[in-house]
């Protein structure tokens, strides 16, 4: 079988808009939990020793992510479970 060079076309730039809207999406969630971000770059850094383990990263997030973000990862875990 074999594609047009229209149907190439159309599912590259299709492909290339999901791309486009997924990096802006992760972007934009970086930002909004920049304060968790940085809260756990200074944990790794106090001590670089050491580890942290999920109860301590998921401690940090809660306390510091944004709220709609942790709401979210909430909602689909619920549907998961």
């Known amino acids: 079988m074999q594609i047009t060079y229209d149907t190439h076309l159309a599912v590259d730039q299709h492909m290339q808009l ?3 809207e997924a990096y802006a999406s ?4 970086l930002n909004r939990n920049r304060a968790a971000l940085d809260m756990l770059i200074d944990r790794l850094i106090s ?3 050491q580890q ?4 301590e990263v998921r401690q940090i997030l809660e306390q510091n992510g944004d709220s709609s973000d942790l709401q979210h990862r909430r909602e689909k875990q619920a549907v998961f479970a």
């Not at 942290?52 to 109860?55: A, M, S």
């Open 18 to 20: 999901m791309l486009d």
């Open 26 to 29: 992760v972007k934009a969630m």
């Open 47 to 49: 001590a670089p020793d």
């Open 52 to 55: 942290l383990d999920g109860t």
